[in-house]
């Protein structure tokens, strides 16, 4: 069984910084794709990064209102995945997810709150 537990959100001022991470356990490996994933309140949940196995040799990607802000990371074990926030703007505040897909099944963390505001 996969469980996924992020942490790192919080409140922050708008131009701040943050860094979520998402420790991955169970049959996981580098192979897996992982990503993190948003939800703002009355909105539809949003992809933000996406992080893809070494093997495929793709580059991550990113949302357009990320691009340049925000950075997705593995550690070397490929079993914990971050999300490092720069820049922050009011917009970027919601409920940050972290997602992974295994054997064409997808895994959802419980969510951590990210709150931008003066």
């Known amino acids: 069984q996969v469980q996924l537990v992020e942490s790192g959100g919080g409140l922050v001022q708008p131009g701040g910084s943050l860094r979520l991470s998402c420790a991955a356990s169970?049959?996981?490996?580098?192979?897996?794709?992982m990503g993190w994933f948003r939800q703002a309140p009355g909105k539809e949940r949003e992809l933000v990064a996406r992080?893809?196995?070494?093997?495929?040799?793709?580059?991550?990607t990113y949302a357009d209102s990320v691009k340049g802000r925000f950075t997705i990371s593995r550690d070397n074990a490929k079993t914990t995945l971050y999300l490092q926030m720069n820049s922050l703007k009011p917009e970027d505040t919601a409920v940050y997810y972290c997602?992974?897909?295994?054997?064409?099944?997808?895994?959802w963390g419980q969510g951590t709150q990210v709150t931008v505001s003066s």
């Open positions: 992080s893809f196995s070494v093997a495929s040799g793709i580059t991550p």
């Open positions: 169970g049959s996981i490996s580098r192979l897996n794709t």
């Open positions: 997602h992974l897909i295994r054997d064409g099944n997808h895994y």
